[in-house]
């Protein structure tokens, strides 16, 4: 069979089963989004994309960061990032992928163990299996398991730095980290807590930091800019020698195109924003309440705490039917299937975004009761 006919029966197979992925354009309310500040269309990055224009920042690198696209705005914004997260250095990258890639594919050396939740991101275990250390999984969210592998790895005659890697808000569950419970576990055998906060920056911790802050351990955070901070790229925040690794080693920081200056001009001023604005942070945390009440109250919910709200609907084409249901009632919702997640917990992943109002919370809510009640 020739490669063209293999891949044509690969797609069909998916069809079948429910799972064949189109692009689709946006549509409705946004319930679909990370934009979860409404800062990604906003006046405020409109103004300082003029401003940027008119100090005449380049609208692109033109190569890697060591090959001359290295710009003052890229070592401004990493100077900046580092102050307000924290940290003694930052790096900022083409996007959240390709800096989580790199954490995992670098930092972990060989003889090292990387205990990970068994949810975390796609672009962690991509980084991972690039890389030379051993790797183990534990159940969501279970302290107690990481302890355990932890502890059984060393008592087998594991001698290496252990990394553990947790999502401060998990992008499909919605829910938090124990995150005090991992630093206090990190403490004990001085491993290295890695935090991927990229749906908790500029929404949960002081002036949207995320929630790894005040953790009393040695943390490596992930903070993505094209989510709540509406623009695009990742910055990586830790100890300078960490960054300094990683711009002598990471592949792909190395031999990527450079994130455009204009792009790190716009993220400076989304950071700003964070500071200059706390009202964008209480109305989204306002958004949020209200949503997980409306969805209890009308759906018979209990979401999490935070803007993510799964809705767990069965198969996988009982998912698509609900999505593409209330996509033409004018909400666009997206339905999430394996292997995004996990075999049988196809999903709705309801968004509380900046660009929606109480009253289209209440509809969406009302209008999903009505579809589950009446779709088989």
Known sequence: MSAPERLSDALAALAARGRLRHLAPAG???????DYL????????????????AREVPLGSGGSRLLRGNHPEHEALEAEAAAFF????????????????????????????????ALIHASAHEGMRLGRAETRAFPHNDVAAAGTLLRDWRRAGGRGQVWIAVESVYSMEGDLAPRADFAALAREDGAILVVD?????????????????????????????GKALGVSGGLICGARVMIDT???????????????????????????????????????????????????????????????IPVLTGTDARTMTLAHALQAQGFDVRGIRPPTVPRGTARLRISITGGVERSDITALFTTLAALQDTTP
Request: aromatic fraction near 6%.
């Open 28 to 34: 409705g309310l946004d319930f679909a989004s990370n």
């Open 38 to 53: 409404g800062l990604a269309g906003s006046h405020l990055l409109r103004v300082a994309a003029a401003k940027a224009l």
């Open 86 to 117: 924290g940290t003694e250095a930052a790096l900022y990258m083409g996007g959240g992928f390709q800096a989580n890639q790199a954490i995992f594919a670098t930092l972990p050396a060989q003889g090292d163990l990387v205990l990970h939740d």
């Open 197 to 225: 906060e990229a749906h908790a920056t500029g929404v949960f911790g002081p002036q949207g930091r995320g929630l790894a802050q005040g953790l009393n351990a040695r943390v490596l955070s992930l903070h993505t800019c």
């Open 246 to 308: 990683l711009v002598n080693r990471a592949r792909p920081f190395i031999f990527a195109t450079a994130p455009a200056p204009f792009s790190a001009a716009l993220v400076r001023a989304a950071l700003a924003a964070l500071q200059e604005h706390p009202t964008l942070i209480r109305a989204a945390q306002d958004r949020i309440a209200f949503a997980r009440t409306e969805a209890q109250r009308l759906c018979g919910l209990a979401p999490p705490n935070s803007q993510i």
